[in-house]
């Protein structure tokens, strides 16, 4: 079975770190790209970043809103995808979903998803 | 940056109505779009992609239609597990963007 799941959210205070993890497991994820995509507690999805394969270069995408301040990485030996979150904001809780590109370039659409992780920023 | 508008917000429908969501991209994006499912408490899951190809394992009462800057997502006869929040995604460039989703409640 195809899967993904996320790891290592938590309460932490603003200004602080946090390092979360996307682990596959049923396919090679080193072939694809993946996103990572966040949901604020009763809003809506939004789209943080996305890892192109190494085919493509394995070059990084970050919506504005985090740029600078997150970044993702990969560790395809280990079938993991990170997502690196420094100087945390209040406005950064959220559960944080990965997902799996479909298309290969870039641009796509993902399935499947992890369950997420949640994130919680706070004092 | 592509806006992506959804409308209705909510619709309230009965088991057995047709519904019709639609989806409107602040430019063109060909069929670079998707539809996902997302019920409480869950991850998102993939109806349609390319504007109009159902996803596999995807129920045929699910279809999408449309290109451009128009598309819909229909459901044509609504079940019991079909209640949830329903997001588009363009997929024609970076930042990828949702729509702000619709929800589908029990009337």
């Known amino acids: 079975e195809v899967q993904l799941v996320e790891s290592g959210g938590g309460l932490v205070q603003p200004g602080r770190s946090l390092r979360l993890s996307c682990t596959g497991s049923g396919f090679t994820v080193g072939d694809y790209g993946i996103i990572w995509v966040r949901q604020a507690p009763g809003k809506g999805l939004e789209w943080v970043g996305f890892i192109r394969s190494k085919a493509y270069g394995g070059t990084t995408e970050v919506a504005a809103s985090v740029e600078g301040r997150f970044t993702i990485s990969r560790d395809d030996s280990k079938s993991i995808v990170y997502l690196q979150m420094n100087s945390l904001k209040t406005e950064d809780t959220a559960v944080y979903h990965c997902s799996r590109a479909l298309a290969a370039a870039g641009t796509s659409w993902f399935d499947p998803w992890g369950q997420g992780t949640l994130v919680t920023v706070s004092s | 940056d592509i806006q992506m508008t959804q409308s209705p917000s909510s619709v309230s429908a009965s088991v057995g109505d047709r519904v019709t969501i639609t989806c409107r991209a602040s430019q063109g994006i060909s069929t670079w779009l998707a539809w996902y499912q997302q019920k409480p408490g869950k991850a998102p899951k993939l109806l349609i992609y390319?504007?109009?190809r159902l996803q596999s394992g995807v129920p045929s009462r699910f279809s999408g239609g449309g290109s451009g800057t128009d598309f819909t997502l229909t459901i044509s006869s609504l079940q019991p597990e079909d209640f949830a929040t329903y997001y588009c995604q363009q997929a024609n460039s970076f930042p990828l963007t949702f729509g702000g989703g619709t929800k589908v409640e029990i009337k």
């Open positions: 390319a504007a109009s």
